[in-house]
């Protein structure tokens, strides 16, 4: 096997790692004829004429043998053979002692102490020689070899895991990522504990707060300065704490957007240690929509609270006169007098009684409408309706009313306005609009007019000249238990105006007002017709 071949078929072979051996004698024609004798081998013969010249080579490379002659002057080839072995490269390397002397036990002994693995004698037998020397070459390359390819397989294995190893890294470190920035309503930071310099600072900061995130990190104190001053201390005290008792505190407070508004936060916060330093973690959840909702809900709880002791009032109120009146009657009767009261008293009283239970069961009734409106519950009836007779009724049930009020009603009215509608409905509409002119028109005529200004729509009104609305309150005065006068001085549950817009919508139409205080009040229906 020549060196070149060698070359392509071990994997091994580098310029470094050509196969070697080593041969010893202080004889140079001993080493020529050496020489000569392994030409054409697969190992390069190198060569050293002292045991000193020996070690040095031994020392700076790697052999796969070494021949080495026992009589040398200076160092002899048993001395040269335990300086070799004392270091680490030449601890293993198989020596071969070359000798003319005679195969005296004692002798042998004492080469295989200081490590050789073969005696050799001159004159040399150059096949033995050959054949020897080629097995320890040819054991060299082996475990060259499966040193290389362990050695290769360490290196493959520790890249495979250093690979593994950076992939874990790196979806962590995405997961993380993905998780901070799929907070969508929160902010995720890092401050030094100490001086509350921001360290990092989650994207969505930007998108909630309208500031760029190079503001947080430039500026420290950029949005403590945005924090208010009432929330600051409080803000301040809660990482104090978390500082101190390394536990999870949650603060809120509040903070300013570029856009001037403030939103609520609740913030979550945490001390840690890391890389030597002291760092607080928070996390602020955008709260401001729940605050409202909580508002609204605190609000609604006051109202429906405020409704309750309202509505027992309304309700008390015609109780009392009923009260009397029956008081009165059973009276009369248990002491025998009821046929000597005079008629038109009698007739009085009785209808007093029955204006009370009138007012009694249009309370009940709006109540009741309100659970079904609330319930989705309210449906209507349709059938073919007339409008002005509709209006004609209201007027003829207010009759009474109006006329010991002494309030004059003007009105314009066709003959008949028809259209596909809740008859009973239409009433209670008319009548909420006509109630609410006596109630708040001071007095004043009421007009009435209904009109058919298209194909498709009619469309009422009714107006006063009384107390007026505020212009702020007249969107809301449509809304549930909505007022817009005090109640000492007005009767009422704030349902009348709610209950005729729900009505009026179901039917298709709508309703506006048109008001200034003082000077009066107009209420327009326009309703869609829904030929037959
Ligand atoms: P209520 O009359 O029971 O208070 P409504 O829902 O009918 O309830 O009316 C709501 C509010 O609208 C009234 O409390 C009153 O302030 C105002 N309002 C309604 N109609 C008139 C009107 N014609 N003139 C002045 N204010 C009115």
């Known amino acids: 096997m020549d060196l070149a071949k060698a070359e392509d078929t071990c994997a091994w072979h580098t310029p470094e790692s050509e196969i ?4 010893v004698d202080d004889q140079p024609a001993n080493l020529i004829a050496l020489e000569a004798a392994l030409k054409g081998c697969s190992y390069r013969l190198m060569t050293a004429t002292s045991g000193e010249e020996a070690v040095a080579k031994a020392f700076a490379y790697e052999y796969a043998a070494i021949l080495l002659d026992i009589q040398m ?12 072995r004392s270091f680490e490269r030449g601890r293993h390397t198989p020596i071969i002692f070359l000798t ?65 190893i950076a992939e874990i890294k790196r979806d962590t470190q995405e997961q993380y990522r993905d998780l901070v920035e799929g907070i969508r309503n929160g902010i995720v930071w890092t401050a030094e504990a100490e001086s509350l310099r921001f360290k990092f600072v989650s994207p969505q900061a930007e998108a909630i707060l309208g500031y760029s995130i190079s503001r947080w990190l430039d500026d420290s104190q950029f949005i403590w ?48 240690f890391r890389q030597g330093a002291t760092e607080i973690r928070g996390l602020c959840v955008d709260v401001t929509r729940l605050k409202e909702t909580e508002k609204s809900l605190r609000d609604m709880v006051k109202m429906r609270d405020e409704f309750l002791s309202i509505a027992s009032h309304e309700l ?82 207010f009759h009474e009313d109006l ?43 009421i007009e009435i007019e209904a009109s058919w200004p298209s194909r498709d729509f009619v469309s009422l009104r009714v107006s006063d000249s009384g107390i007026g609305i505020p212009q702020v309150d007249q969107a809301r005065i449509f809304d549930r238990y909505e007022r817009a006068v005090s109640p000492s001085n007005f009767s009422g549950l704030g349902l009348g105006l709610y209950i005729t817009k729900q009505l009026v919508e179901l039917h298709g139409g709508t309703i506006d007002v048109e008001s200034k205080t003082d000077r009066g009040t107009t209420f327009t229906v326009t309703l869609p017709i829904h030929h037959l």
């Open 20 to 23: 070697c051996i080593l041969a």
């Open 73 to 84: 002057p200076e160092l002899d080839g048993f001395e040269t053979a335990q300086l070799i």
């Open 100 to 164: 003319a002397l005679s195969n005296d036990d004692k002798y042998i002994e004492k080469g295989y102490e200081v490590g050789a693995v073969d005696y050799i004698y001159k004159p040399i037998n150059v096949s033995i020689l050959k054949a020897k020397l080629e097995v320890f070459a040819e054991l060299f390359r082996k475990s060259k070899e499966l040193e290389f390819h362990s050695s290769q397989s360490r290196r493959r294995e520790r890249d495979e895991n250093e690979k593994q």
């Open 225 to 272: 300065n945005r924090i208010p001053a009432e929330d600051r201390e409080r803000l301040i005290a809660a990482i104090e704490k978390a500082k101190e008792t390394n536990t999870n505190v949650e603060v809120e407070h509040r903070k300013m957007r570029a856009d001037g508004t403030t939103l609520w936060f609740n913030t979550n916060l945490r001390c840690t």
């Open 316 to 397: 008390k109120t015609p109780l009392t006169p009923l009260q009397l009146q029956m008081e009165s009657f059973i009276r009369l009767f248990s002491q025998g007098r009821l046929d000597k009261v005079p008629i038109d008293i009698l007739t009085n009283m009785l209808e007093t009684s029955s204006a009370q239970v009138s007012i009694l069961s249009r309370l009940v009734d709006q109540l009741l409408d309100v659970s079904r409106i609330t319930a989705g519950k309210l449906q209507l009836d349709r059938s073919q309706t007339d409008l002005v007779a509709c209006v004609r009724e209201v007027l003829s049930m």
């Open 403 to 445: 006329a010991t009020k002494g309030i004059e009603v003007v009105t314009h009215l066709p003959d008949h306005i028809f259209g596909l509608w809740d008859q009973s409905r239409l009433v209670q509409i008319v009548m909420n609009l006509v109630n609410n002119a006596i109630k708040y028109g001071n007095g004043t005529p």
